[in-house]
Structure formats: structure tokens, C-alpha cells
């Protein structure tokens, strides 16, 4: 079998390293947009940016422990751009690659923000030649402005403000993270930030960006006012990496994701998908349809479409449960599980050690913390094995006896 990993991402290594574990010994290929090896993204918003870390973005592995001791053929620096899957072959330019078997892991693409296009100084956060820009910009001393209070725009404003920089934050919606965590804990977040001295405006959206001949020097927002800038950090979400499927034949979400089944198979012969590209049904939480940017999702499914698509009649739907952290302030935040519910209970309403239970008929689906690295797992056991919310409350009260 020759398999074809298209995306030199964290789910597209870990597909390899699993295909090899698993005893193949056939050819692969790995094809990434990117020129360098596969890397970890979580520190591009943290470490990163942090004045006392080198600017330097490292690769899991180096290319030729890749290609030597994990046999790998790569083919970096140059993205996919069509898939034929009745010839089975991915497109590459002009180049045709055949496989027996292939794994889609390009994952995800910053959305685009046409008002800010050309303007040096405007940077979305995905890649490391993005991070390693905004990284220049804060060791200059930049003012900075983030256009979106999400996780990766609300890590850059921690980054910033541990430099004591002036950060604004522009968020269109009254709350940051209302859709992700619900209203309850973005209250908290708000909190945060304002707290670290974080200029947050809520409920205003930009409507003209300012320059000069060095770059951006501003924007005006829609409630009239003007907010100084040097830096320009777009977290307005992200979108997945499938222009290159649209002729494909496969099944695709309305967002562009691939739609696959709870085993990551497309349904097309021989080709499976995982990572923030995957749109696939979890049975922990109903069958709901989830597509997971988080690297730990990423990283199961990776590893999952390689086993399942070496050996199909042992594939099994995976039970994942989305976690995903983050650093704002000297605070770590953690979440588990869905934040789809009915209630959002808020056990402890402390910021320094906040917790909020999340519902859903009488099951809790979710839990999200502020320093509470002690007790999320607890909380992923609950939801891992559908419990009552009643035994995720005494899980709480527990730990709070403890605590007193």
C-alpha cells in the first residue's frame, strides 16, 4: 500500500507515526504548504511571543529523522491543489501522486480580512512566519491592537501586556467567547482582561484602517473611536483547508470541512481525514457533528485515520472528548467536553480558581476552569462515561471539602 498524508501538520505526523507503528513498512509521502516540517502551533500564541524565549519556531522532528528513520518521502513547500479519487490520485500543480491510501490533515486557514489586505503590519496568527512577525513587532515596542477577543487574539493581548505594550481589544459581540464558553464565563474573561489592563471594547466593530508609508497607524471603530496601532494581530477565526477539494467528489460541510464518519472514512475508497479539517459524528455527546480545532483532537485523530485505514475491519468510532487550554494572564484556562447546553452552572464564580459545569438534560457534557489543572481530568471522566450532572456536582462539593 502506498499512503499519501496530505498536511506536514500535527495530525498529519501523527498519522505516520502511527502507520509505522502499526507495521507498515510501505512508502509514504507527506505533503505540507509549508517549507518546514511539521511543528507544534500552540506555542505561536504563547511561548513564542514571550520576551525571555528565543525567537525561533522548532520542528517536532527534523527532516531527516522524517525521512531516515521514519522512511518518509516529503514533499514540503508544496500544497496539494486537486484530488482525483476515481484515479486515486492527489494533484500536486502539475504533478499527479498516486495512493492506495490517503489521510487529509491540511487542516485549517486563517479567515481573510479584506479591510486590512497589503497593510504591513496587519497579521492573522497561523503560521510561524506569522508569529515570528508578530513577534518582531512586540520586541520593537509596538502598539497593539487584536481584532477578535478569541483565544489566539486574547493570547497575543497576554503577550503584550507581560511587556507592559498598551493592548485594545476589538470584539464585535458583548462578551468575548460568549459562543464558545457561554455568557457566565465570558463575564470571567472580561474580568480578566480588564484586570491585566486591557483596553476591551465589546459590541463595536472596525470600519477603517489608517497608514503611512511605514504601515498601520491605527483604526477607526464603529462607535466613532479611534485606536492607535503599530500592530494589527487578527484572530477572527478560521476556516478549513479544502480549497483543493472542491472538484473532489467528497463529502464537504457548509464550512468547507470534510464530513466523515465516526471512524474518520470519507466514504471515498481509501481516504480518511482528521484534525481541525474533520467534521465527524461523537457519540459521547449524542452524535453530535463536531469539527475540533484543538491539538489534542488533533492529535487522536491523526493517529486513529492511520490505524483505521491500515486495517478497516478494526475501526472502531472514537470516543474523543475536545480539550483545549490557554495562558491569559498568568492564568491558565481549561475546557472539557461541549458548550452546547441547557445550563452553565457556575460552582466557584473566583476568577483565581473559577469553575463552571455545563448540562445537557441531566448529563454534564462540559467543565471549564481557571487554574484548576488538578481537577479538569475528573471532570473528563464524568463526561467520558455520560454521568449524571448530579455526580459532576458532587465531584465538585468533594473537592471543595477537601479544599476547606
Known amino acids: 500500500m502506498r499512503l499519501v498524508v496530505v498536511g506536514a501538520s500535527l495530525a498529519g505526523l501523527r498519522a505516520v507515526e502511527a502507520a509505522r507503528r502499526a507495521g507498515c513498512t510501505d512508502p509514504i509521502t507527506l505533503i505540507g504548504a509549508e517549507h518546514s516540517a511539521p511543528y507544534d502551533r500552540p506555542p505561536l500564541s504563547k511561548a513564542l511571543l514571550c520576551a525571555d524565549n528565543p525567537a525561533q519556531v522548532l520542528p517536532f522532528h527534523a527532516e531527516e529523522h522524517l525521512r531516515d528513520e521514519l522512511g518518509v518521502e516529503l514533499r514540503l513547500g508544496t500544497p496539494a491543489t486537486g484530488l482525483d479519487v476515481d484515479r486515486r490520485e492527489v494533484i500536486v500543480g502539475g504533478e499527479r501522486i498516486g495512493y492506495d491510501g490517503l489521510i487529509i490533515a491540511t487542516g485549517a486557514t486563517a479567515n481573510h480580512w479584506p479591510m486590512g489586505a497589503g497593510v504591513a503590519g496587519v497579521h492573522p496568527l497561523r ?58 464565563v465570558a463575564e470571567v474573561l472580561t474580568t480578566l482582561h480588564r484586570t491585566a489592563g486591557v483596553d476591551l471594547r465589546v459590541g463595536t466593530q472596525v470600519t477603517a484602517v489608517h497608514q503611512s508609508d511605514c504601515g498601520v497607524t491605527g483604526l477607526t471603530l464603529s462607535d466613532g473611536s479611534h485606536v492607535p496601532a503599530d500592530l494589527v494581530v487578527l484572530g477572527i477565526g478560521a476556516r478549513p483547508a479544502t480549497a483543493w477539494l472542491r472538484d473532489s467528489g467528497l463529502p464537504l460541510h457548509a464550512d468547507g470541512g470534510v464530513l466523515v464518519d465516526a471512524t474518520l472514512a470519507t466514504g471515498a475508497p481509501g481516504v480518511y481525514a482528521a484534525g481541525d479539517v474533520a467534521h465527524s459524528p461523537h457519540a459521547v455527546f449524542g452524535d453530535d457533528v463536531l469539527r475540533l480545532e484543538h491539538w489534542t483532537s488533533a492529535a487522536e485523530q491523526g493517529a486513529a485515520a492511520a490505524r483505521h485505514l491500515l486495517d478497516p475491519s478494526a475501526a472502531r468510532p472514537l470516543q474523543t ?27 466557584r464564580p473566583e476568577v483565581e480558581r473559577f469553575l463552571a459545569l455545563y448540562r445537557r438534560g441531566d448529563r454534564v457534557v462540559g467543565a ?14 464524568h463526561i467520558v462515561g455520560q454521568a449524571p450532572f448530579e455526580d459532576a456536582l458532587a465531584e465538585a462539593a468533594a473537592a471543595e471539602t477537601v479544599v476547606a
Not at 508569529?131 to 486574547?154: P, Q, T, Y
Not at 472528548?321 to 460552582?347: M, N
Not at 476552569?369 to 471522566?381: D, L, W
Open 127 to 184: 503560521t510561524a512566519q506569522d508569529a515570528l512577525a508578530i513577534r518582531a513587532a512586540l520586541d520593537a515596542g509596538a502598539r497593539v491592537a487584536v481584532i477578535g477577543a478569541g483565544f489566539i487574539g486574547s493570547e497575543v493581548a497576554s503577550a503584550a501586556r507581560a511587556r507592559d505594550l498598551p493592548v485594545t481589544v476589538i470584539e464585535a459581540a458583548p462578551q468575548p467567547l460568549t459562543r464558545s464558553v457561554g455568557g457566565a
Open 321 to 347: 472528548v475536545p480539550y483545549f487550554w490557554s495562558d491569559w494572564h498568568g492564568h491558565r484556562l481549561q475546557f472539557v467536553g461541549v458548550p452546547t447546553a441547557d445550563e452553565v452552572r457556575v460552582i
Open 368 to 381: 471549564f476552569t481557571i487554574n484548576g489543572q488538578r481537577e479538569i481530568m475528573r471532570y473528563r471522566r
